[in-house]
Every structure is written in C-alpha cells, then in structure tokens.
C-alpha cells in the first residue's frame, strides 16, 4: 500500500463486545477474535511493520479494549512504535 501511494494506514483491533456496527466490520472482527489476535499481538505488528514502513499508522479500538489493556500502557506502546493517532469509535 505504501508503495501505491497511500498516505496513512489504519490497523483495527479487534473487539468482542460488537453490537450495531456493519456486518462486514462484524465479520472481520470475529475472523480476528477467532484467530485468537490480542492488542498485544497488534503491537507486535506494528513493531515489525515499523522496520521497513515509513507511512503513517492509526489504531483503531474501543474504549473498553483500551481500558483492558490499561490506557497509559496502550498509550505507551503507541509512542513507541510511532503510531500517530487513534481511533475510538463510539
């Protein structure tokens, strides 16, 4: 994507607790969940994407999944794989 010329990527992490959102989002949420994805496997992505991606990267998660994870360790772990904003939908 980078090498097409986008200017920014968004990641999502998954959540378990989807209720009215589109069903695709639902879809692909579930596929994650079952594939047993955590925010820290989504940190350790960004981690190896960072060694090579210069493009800006965005989170996207809810409240509560940034609250599991505790917001100054989320907070951190953005800081230091260079993620430039986040997302939190309501």
Request: with cysteine; net charge negative; charged share 30%.
């Given at each position: ?6 200017d ?68 951190r772990?953005?800081?230091e ?10």
């Amino acid at each position: 994507m980078e090498q097409a010329g986008v200017d920014m990527i968004e990641i999502g992490i998954p959540y378990d607790r989807l209720e009215k959102v589109e069903s695709d989002i639902i879809d692909s949420n579930q596929r994650a969940l079952n594939a047993g994805t955590t925010v820290e496997e989504v940190f350790q992505m960004i981690a190896d994407l960072r060694k090579s991606l210069r493009v800006s990267l965005v989170l996207r998660a809810y409240t509560q999944t940034i609250e599991d994870y505790g917001i100054s360790k989320f907070m951190r772990k953005c800081k230091e794989y260079s993620v430039e904003g986040v997302v939190v939908p309501n």
